[in-house]
């Protein structure tokens, strides 16, 4: 019987395609009376280990291929990371392909089902770590008893200019639609928050354009709401200042200055229908592909709960953007002296190394001189620590 198992061994190697010299061990798992599978660990050979990318795992045939994909792939600390492999990827939902997908890597799934939260996609150490993780990492929604109390008010104004303790604040707008069909946005009601969930402002807003539509299925406004609301010169004059925190516009940073800092999703619509300056992304929890990156997505995927399901009020959304800004801020990345490849200190920082002296790094080396080129949240944690 053994001998026969044995003889199975053997005739499987000799057919397959792993040569003498690759095959590293083989593991009979249990014994061989209940011969269950056998595990062959391969080594690559040296040269495809050497043109292997140190961050996303591609292989090359070149190590000048393997350059300038370094060149153009901007790979960095402040990439996501899965937790058992140590692969990056460029944004979480390709991470949560990686652990979770449709065609996760196989070995990272097995661990990833005992030890991974799946909001937050961090691997820890036992199933019991886990259980009491997950219970802080799963949220739910904000204090709507807070909106009511608002919602049939006109203006709700703390917003002050001041060099103080609200660093971030999280904005939001609902739309009710004007022009012949209906169609075009018109900011109809603002609301501000702090980082605490508290409301520093809420207002209906008066459009410049008659409203045609005001969508009340979703909005909630009616038409009395409107009548004598702020007009939307007035309420972006009054953010705008508040924004700027007394520091001239021209003469904003985005690290360092006095200026707050300002999350929200889908900033750059909220901001052109409010006339003020466009903004930044964050690339790690942008589209990709065909998944969506909505606000309620989002939300379910990333804090564990839903929002925008019938009347939507800014308030909910606005603590959802906080949260998620608070939960990718607080991530542990290594810090660097210039982070972004975009830093006039640090700007192409490929460029001043010779093409032979890269294809003589290590994929490590290559790895340890690369540089974001976006804007890690993690890096306001320095503001606030």
Request: aromatic letters at 8%.
């Amino acid at each position: 019987m053994h001998s026969s198992r044995l003889s199975q061994c053997y005739k499987y190697l000799a057919h397959s395609t792993i040569s003498s010299s690759q095959v590293l061990s083989i593991f009979l798992l249990k014994s061989l009376d209940k011969f269950i599978d056998i595990k062959v660990e391969i080594t690559m050979d040296s040269e495809t280990q050497r043109n292997k990318c140190a961050a996303c795992y591609r292989q090359f045939n070149k190590k000048e291929h393997l350059v300038e994909h370094m060149r153009i792939s901007y790979h960095s600390v402040h990439e996501p990371m899965c937790g058992i492999c140590g692969k990056r990827c460029r944004s979480f939902e390709s991470l949560r392909d990686h652990l979770i997908g449709p065609l996760p890597k196989v070995e990272c799934e097995r661990v990833f089902r005992d030890h991974g939260c799946t909001i937050c996609l961090t691997v820890l150490n036992s199933p019991n770590s886990l259980r009491v993780h997950q219970d802080r990492c799963q949220l739910s929604r904000g204090n709507n008893g807070v909106l009511h109390r608002f919602a049939n008010m006109g203006i709700h104004d703390d917003l002050r200019i001041d060099s103080g303790k609200t660093r971030a604040v999280a904005l939001a707008c609902k739309m009710v639609g004007g022009g012949s069909d209906g169609s075009l946005d018109l900011c109809a009601r603002v609301c501000i928050i702090d980082e605490y969930e508290n409301i520093l402002f809420h207002s209906y807003v008066k459009p410049q354009l008659p409203v045609t539509n005001y969508r009340y299925e979703t909005t909630g406004v009616r038409p009395e709401y409107l009548r004598d609301a702020m007009p939307l010169r007035h309420v972006q004059r009054k953010i705008q200042d508040f924004l700027c925190n007394g520091e001239p516009i021209w003469k904003i940073r985005s690290r360092g200055g006095k200026a707050r800092i300002l999350v929200g999703h889908g900033l750059e619509h909220d901001m052109k229908c409010l006339e003020l300056e466009d903004t930044a992304k964050y690339p790690p929890l942008m589209k990709t592909s065909k998944l969506s990156n909505s606000l309620k997505y989002l939300t379910k995927s990333y804090l564990g709960y839903d929002i925008q399901n019938g009347i939507q009020d800014p308030y909910d959304d606005c603590v959802a953007t906080m949260r998620l800004y608070r939960r990718m801020r607080s991530q542990a990345h290594r810090m660097e002296d210039y982070p972004l490849a975009t830093d006039s200190q640090n700007s192409n920082n490929f460029a001043s190394w010779r093409q032979g002296e890269l294809e003589r790094m290590s994929p490590n080396e290559l790895l340890a001189i690369s540089r974001s080129d976006y804007y890690c949240w993690c890096l306001d944690s320095k503001d606030v620590a």
